[in-house]
């Protein structure tokens, strides 16, 4: 392994491991719990959590339907968002979401 092969795979667990602890959370936690999918917004943010990002808050089945496995795998390898539970409105960065969106 390269030093940067090696840190891609750490990082890759580590937010796997985060992902799933958040997940064990959402199943113990009420059916209507609504999430937001977290993380930068910048450069290379990938189309797939963008689209996450700007649909806003949803339950923990709502996020299954339309990317089913994203809660803990993420939306690709090496994914840097996560869903966190949506606690208030200043969590979601919609304006954010939409300039990044039209500059790609």
């Known amino acids: 392994f390269q030093p940067h092969q090696a840190n891609a795979l750490v990082n890759e667990n580590l937010r796997r491991f985060s992902r799933s602890v958040t997940n064990e ?3 113990n936690a009420p059916e209507n719990t609504l999430y937001i999918w977290e993380g ?6 990938s ?3 963008l689209k996450l990002m700007g649909l806003g808050p949803m339950t923990q ?3 299954e339907s ?3 496995g994203a809660f803990i795998n993420g939306t690709h390898f090496n994914c840097r968002h996560q869903a966190q539970r949506y606690l208030s409105r200043q969590q979601f ?5 939409k300039e990044q ?4």
């Not at 930068?40 to 943010?45: L, M, Q, S």
């Not at 960065?93 to 979401?97: D, E, F, N, P, Y």
């Open 47 to 49: 189309d797939e959590c």
């Open 93 to 97: 960065k919609g304006s954010l979401i």
């Open 101 to 104: 969106m039209a500059n790609a």
């Open 66 to 68: 339309v990317s089913p």
């Open 61 to 63: 089945a709502e996020f």
């Open 40 to 45: 930068p917004i910048d450069d290379r943010t």
């Open 25 to 27: 959370m959402a199943n």
